[in-house]
């Protein structure tokens, strides 16, 4: 058991290492940030632009860190806020011309790296790797949601 988490452990650290510093490698060259990229990403995804709430959600941020993501892309000229509603968090943020062209950069970066670091594994292979991870996912959601509850339960004991 001590092996299986040491190696999953380490397979995760390593691969989340990795992407991070490809992200802030290759965003470097357009000036932006690493963290940006998943923003950028999912807005190519969605030429009709989505809400700051629905965004973050898509990127795996809270409307705190993707309020202050929008904000640096849209200081680039890279993003705009369709602002016809009053209801902040509900205006879709979409894509400049400017910003569609670095998004469309930033997807075949994505596509071609993705390409190249899962040469040599089959497509039933690919599925059941992402099956199993979306699993593990699941599971490790729950157990730290029941820390979170189990937290809860016994801070207001004396």
Not at 122 to 128: A, G, I, P
Request: glycine residues 8%; proline residues 1%.
């Amino acid at each position: 058991m001590e092996q299986r988490y040491s190696t999953f452990s380490l397979l995760l650290i390593n691969i989340s290492r990795c992407v991070q510093k490809i992200k802030n490698i290759e965003m470097a060259a357009f000036g932006l940030r690493g963290r940006q990229v998943q923003c950028l990403f999912w807005l190519y995804n969605c030429p009709d632009g989505e809400s700051l709430t629905k965004l973050g959600e898509m990127c795996g941020e809270d409307k705190g860190m993707m309020s202050r993501t929008v904000k640096e892309l849209t200081r680039e000229r890279l993003v705009y806020l369709d602002d016809n509603s009053e209801r902040k968090y509900k205006n879709p943020i979409r894509l400049t011309e400017k910003g569609k062209g670095i998004a469309r950069l930033v997807a075949e970066k994505i596509s071609a790296i993705f390409k190249q670091c899962g040469a040599g594994i089959s497509d039933d292979e690919r599925t059941l790797l992402y099956h199993s991870l979306g699993i593990i996912s699941e599971n490790l959601t729950e157990i730290c949601e029941d820390y979170v509850r189990k937290k809860d339960k016994t801070e207001g004991v004396c």
